[in-house]
């Protein structure tokens, strides 16, 4: 990628940290291919992990990262643009080499999962990734794992991770809402304080953990709230954990099961059952729910106007999907609140898009709504 003459004279302060990915001349893999240039493979053993440490400050915490792609790693033509560009064109060594103060609070290496938008993350990518931090936070020689995530659904890869990795190491999760190429792109401090946190023995037992716009967030809590503002990612009815000013300071703690203390186990999983999403509103029908169990849909997440509500053509629908070996959950459009019990499965205060991800899982132990009812309850 070619940086203009605009860019350039006016704008080179500002982009500095990023410096390395606009003009370096080398180019990320193709899309949703993993990047043989970086020194761990997915391939890699345990084993393979501890040399690569061999003859690094053995006075810092080791941080792997795992690159997914997202605006973090994106790049465009116009510096001045923030919404203009094409995620996960930036591989992981060159996002390692932009931000070089990391080496100062850990060591660090890199492994390209995958590189893509998030919007095109998939249950098989979710399975490989989870899988992968599972295998590394195994090592001795791994302290804690950043991934960077393009933000559109990072919430949904952050709470999968919170409920399946099965450490208590730090896991944090890192995006950016300015890709690379842009003034005042948010990426290379969002990576070095996400580093700074999984390098805190203070983050140890606090579950997955989103760190943007220097604050420091339960993957349980947070949302994504707005479209292009970089501090889009807030937890507002449940507050923050914690935050980020030069130190790293945690305030609150989780109440909530996860990680080892969940009864999920996705070593040997495969596949995960295919979980749909309905929106309510007025003048709804019944066909989506009908297309819902065409298709073989294991469960629906219903996200309902208000307290979860259902219209009678819904409420008649769901039924009958139920019926036909669904498993509802109402959840609610409205962003914040639990979701009080009523008919049906409630999501509590869990968003659709983390009630499908919970009933995914939930699925793979049992179909018994009472015990799915206890997950929601308690994860």
Do not use: W
């Not at 919007?119 to 992968?132: A, S």
């Not at 195994?138 to 949904?156: Q, R």
């Not at 292009?228 to 000013?245: H, R, V």
């Amino acid at each position: 990628m070619e940086i203009n003459k605009k860019f350039r004279n006016k704008s080179l302060a500002f982009v500095l940290p990023f410096m390395l990915l606009v003009g370096c001349g080398t180019t990320a893999q193709e899309k949703g291919q993993e990047d043989s240039s970086v020194k761990v493979s997915s391939s890699e053993s345990n084993e393979e992990v501890k040399d690569t440490k061999a003859g690094e400050n053995n006075r810092l915490p080791n941080v792997q990262i795992l690159a997914t792609g997202g605006t973090i790693a994106g790049g465009g033509e116009s510096n001045t643009s923030t919404t203009d560009y094409k995620a996960g064109e930036v591989g992981v060594d060159e996002l390692i080499k932009a931000v070089p103060e990391m080496k100062e609070i850990a060591n660090v290496d890199g492994e390209q999962v995958v590189n893509i938008g998030s919007p095109d993350v998939t249950n098989e990518i979710l399975l490989k990734l989870g899988k992968r931090v599972n295998e590394l936070l195994a090592s001795d020689n791994v302290d804690g794992i950043v991934i960077t995530h393009g933000t559109d659904t990072l919430e949904e890869t952050a709470y999968f991770l919170n409920l399946v990795v099965k450490s208590d190491k730090p896991v944090v999760v890192v995006g950016a809402m300015r890709p690379a190429t842009a003034i005042s792109a948010d990426g290379p401090l969002n990576l070095y304080n996400a580093v700074k946190v999984a390098s805190s023995k203070e983050a140890r037992g606090k579950g997955t953990m989103v760190v943007l716009n220097d604050r420091i967030a339960s993957a349980r809590y947070v949302t994504k709230t707005n479209t292009t503002a970089p501090d889009t990612f807030k937890a507002e009815e449940m507050g923050y954990i914690g935050t980020i000013a030069d130190d790293v300071y945690f305030n609150n703690t989780i109440t909530r099961k996860h990680t080892t203390e969940t009864d999920f186990d996705i070593s040997t999983i495969e596949k995960l059952p295919q979980v749909d999403i309905l929106y309510g509103h007025q003048n709804e029908g019944n066909y989506l729910f009908k297309a819902a169990v065409d298709a073989d849909s294991k469960g629906i997440v219903y996200a309902g106007s208000g307290n979860g509500s259902m219209s009678e053509v819904a409420d008649e629908a769901a039924k009958e999907a139920e019926d036909a070996g669904i498993e509802i959950v109402r959840s609610s459009r409205t962003g914040n609140g639990v979701v009080t019990p009523k008919d049906y499965i409630s999501a509590n205060s869990l968003n659709p898009q983390k009630a499908r991800i919970l009933l995914m899982l939930s699925l793979t132990k049992t179909e018994d709504k009472e015990k799915i009812q206890q997950y929601f309850d308690e994860y």
